[in-house]
């Protein structure tokens, strides 16, 4: 591939570079593929609860909590034994009564982001900037 080394001329303020975000973009996939593994993302089951799901609920300001005689530490399912992972950092199997309550925590999570995007502040262009807008060429 060849890039276009023109400098940009005129009256020009900004300009697109195509062919070299292009390249840039090539040279910084092939890196990455290089240099950084594909972590798998996997989805357990209500009874398995994991570090990651109790720091999205705090995020979301769901408070759950887990009582011992509710829950059994694991590593892995068995399953995941059979292909050699293991759940990262561990996780707890939990009562059929805690599964419940992290399915709410879910539901509830879900809920709060979608209000999130919801209520998203939008910005909007004043009456001033359209006009300066319509008087450009």
């Known amino acids: 591939m060849e890039l276009k080394t023109e400098n940009i001329e005129g009256d020009v303020i900004a300009q697109t ?36 799901m109790l720091q999205k609920y705090s995020h979301y300001g769901i408070d759950f909590s887990v ?4 829950c059994e530490f694991i590593s892995a399912l068995d399953v995941q034994r059979e292909s050699k992972k293991t759940i990262f950092g561990g996780g707890l199997l939990l009562s059929e009564r805690m599964a419940a309550e992290r399915m709410a925590a879910e539901r509830m999570a879900a809920e709060r982001m979608a209000e999130e995007r919801e209520n998203a502040i939008v910005w909007e262009l004043s009456e001033r900037e359209r006009a300066i807008i319509a008087g450009l060429k």
Do not use: C, F
């Open 67 to 70: 009582k011992r005689g509710e």
């Open 17 to 52: 570079a195509p062919d070299l975000s292009r390249a840039v973009n090539n040279a910084v996939e092939k890196i990455r593929r290089e240099q950084t593994r594909k972590l798998p993302k996997y989805t357990y089951p209500y009874h398995v609860l994991t570090a990651t």
